[in-house]
Structure formats: structure tokens, C-alpha cells
């Protein structure tokens, strides 16, 4: 993953919207003693390209390290339901250990010690859970999502001079990776006395779809305002719909979180001036590896940053940034 012909293909990889292939955790026991060790990841959704990537760093660690990898996950990033009925069925079913991005990380908490209390490991990956690494679960393998948030509002505050007017989006409540994102950003903005906040107090949903529908009812303050942020894929893509509605692409400095390949358009294209991007390649591999060696007795490092960067034309061909993407 050093060259940008292994960048492209890591970022065509992403590109995939399909549900990712699910794993059974139906049938009893599994990853026994003397076998291969089985790891269920479970992402807090399966629609965003975002999560393409986490599983494609997963099942190289399982390639890499010698585990069996089990992919299942909710629909949507709201399912808090759907998402504590898989982590109970995997624990059911004794895996070897579990990766988990929680979509909640108040709900999520009682199934995961239930899990860890049965013997069965839990790394948590991406979004963060109320609960302590070492005890409740092994490590917090994550972006530094407050880190993050702050970058994004410091580039969006220097695209602005330092003075205008900007709307914050949110994501959702309970999604503790946005909500550190979001308040990064707000963090950020007090360093600009000349910039007001005019909006912060509305939610995107979980879907782009949604998204696209709360920034067509905020169009009014929009067309008020001199820049937008918006923390994760699916607002940014809402967003970028919106305004390409309605007469506004390029009239607002927008800066977006994540890096899908069609977000790299949109950054190319100029619909959007700045995109924070993560790891998630790394994240999926770290987590797997953290699982194994958890398994295995070794000691694990109770949380792990997996490196944010701000990506704009300038640098976006960089060989740090495409050393970013590629998840290496």
C-alpha cells in the first residue's frame, strides 16, 4: 500500500455500498480450543462506504494473523436494537473474541460486560463506549475524534479569514465519535471571535438521505451562512445534495469528515473545500490484532490513536495522505 495505483484500489474497495457479507452466528459454539480463533466484528452500520474499509482491514488481519473472520452488523446506524441482539448472539455463541463500534455508547454497555463477563473479549473500535478499557472491555482503537473535530473547524475557521457566519450539523445522539467530533469543531471556533456559530443544535439522522432532508429544511439559515461542517460521511454527502439543490455548491466554505472515494470527488470537484479523513483500514486491522493478542494472553495497550489528517486539493496526492488512505 505504498504507491498510488494500491491507493486507488483501496479506495475502489471503499466505493462498495452493498451490505458487506454477513457472518452466521447461528449453530453453536465456535473458534474452540486448538482452532483457528474466530473474531466477530460487528460495525455500527452496514451503508456507509466507510465501513467497507474497517472490513477490509479486519479480514487482513485475519489473513495476516491466522483468525477466521465473522462481518455482521445492523442495516442502519440507528439500530441500537438490531446491533445489541448480534453482540448477545456472538457471546451466545462463545467466539473467540469480538470487535465492536458501537452505535450507542450508553446502550451498548450492558451487552458488552455481559460478553466480557462469559469470557469472550471485546475490543471496541471507531466510536467510543462509556466504560473502562482493561475492565469493561480490552482497548478503544479509534481516531481521536475530539483531535479531529478541532482540525476540521481550524481549517474551516482559515478558509473564512477568521470571520463570517458557519452551521455546525449534526450527526446523531448517542454516536459518541461525532459527538467528540462536534465538540472538537466548537472548541475550534472559539479561537475565531470574529466567526458566530448561527445553528449547532440540529441532527443530520443516519442516513445521507436523511441528511439531504434536514439541510433542504435549513435552507434559510444556509443561505445566511458563510460555512458548514458536517462530522461524518453520510451528512457530508446529505449536504453536498443539498446545496447542489438549491443553488448553493461553492457559495459557503464547507469542510466534511471521511475520504469515500466519492467524497475525493466532490473535493476535486470543489463541492466541498476540505475533508477530514480517518483511518478506517487501520482501525479494522488494529482491532483484529488487538482481539488475537488479547486471545493469546499478551498485553494490550488500553487505547490506540489510528491518525487523523485534513485532506484539500493541494495535498491531496501527497505521499503522506495517500500513505493515509491506503490504511497502511
Given amino acids: 500500500m505504498k504507491d498510488l495505483s494500491l491507493l486507488v484500489a483501496v479506495l475502489g474497495f471503499l466505493g462498495g455500498c452493498n451490505s458487506p457479507e454477513s457472518g452466521s452466528t447461528g449453530g453453536g459454539t465456535v473458534g474452540s480450543a486448538g482452532s483457528e480463533p474466530t473474531i466477530a466484528v460487528i460495525p455500527k452500520g452496514t451503508t456507509h462506504a466507510f ?19 465473522l462481518w455482521k452488523g445492523p442495516l442502519k ?30 446502550a451498548l454497555v450492558a451487552p458488552v460486560q455481559a460478553a466480557t463477563a462469559k469470557g ?6 471507531d466510536s467510543g463506549l462509556k466504560g473502562e478499557a482493561g475492565k469493561d472491555f480490552v482497548s478503544f482503537i479509534a481516531t481521536d475524534n475530539r483531535h479531529a473535530g478541532e482540525l476540521g ?51 443530520a439522522g443516519s442516513t445521507q438521505s436523511e441528511a439531504q432532508t434536514k439541510a433542504m429544511q435549513m435552507v434559510d439559515t444556509l443561505k445566511q ?30 469542510v466534511g469528515f471521511d475520504a469515500t472515494p466519492e467524497l475525493i470527488e466532490c473535493l476535486e470537484k470543489g463541492t466541498v473545500d476540505a475533508l477530514v479523513a480517518q483511518n478506517p483500514v487501520k482501525m479494522g486491522y488494529e482491532g483484529v490484532k488487538a482481539a488475537i493478542e488479547k ?21 491531496l496526492h501527497s505521499a503522506e495522505i495517500q500513505k493515509l488512505l491506503a490504511g497502511q
Fill in 51 to 69: 465501513w467497507k474499509a474497517v472490513e477490509s482491514g479486519a479480514k487482513a488481519a485475519g489473513k495476516d494473523l491466522g483468525a477466521k473472520i
Fill in 77 to 106: 446506524e440507528d439500530d441500537r436494537a438490531g446491533q445489541i441482539a448480534i453482540v448477545q448472539q456472538f457471546a451466545a455463541d462463545k467466539v473467540s473474541a469480538i470487535v465492536l463500534a458501537p452505535l450507542d455508547d450508553q
Fill in 120 to 125: 469472550v473479549p471485546v475490543v471496541i473500535v
Fill in 153 to 203: 473547524g481550524e481549517r474551516l475557521g482559515k478558509l473564512l479569514n477568521g470571520k463570517g457566519k458557519v452551521v455546525l450539523l449534526r450527526y446523531m445522539v448517542g454516536s459518541a465519535s461525532t459527538m467528540a467530533r462536534e465538540a472538537g469543531f466548537l472548541d475550534a471556533m472559539k479561537k475565531f471571535p470574529g466567526i458566530t456559530v448561527i445553528s449547532q443544535n440540529q441532527y
Fill in 225 to 254: 451562512a458563510d460555512g458548514i461542517f458536517t462530522p461524518n460521511e453520510s451528512s457530508t454527502l446529505g449536504v453536498v445534495q443539498a446545496l447542489a439543490q438549491n443553488g448553493l455548491t461553492g457559495k459557503l466554505k464547507f
Fill in 295 to 315: 486471545i493469546k494472553g499478551k498485553s494490550v495497550a488500553p487505547s490506540m490513536d489510528t491518525g487523523v489528517a485534513v485532506i484539500d486539493k493541494e495535498n
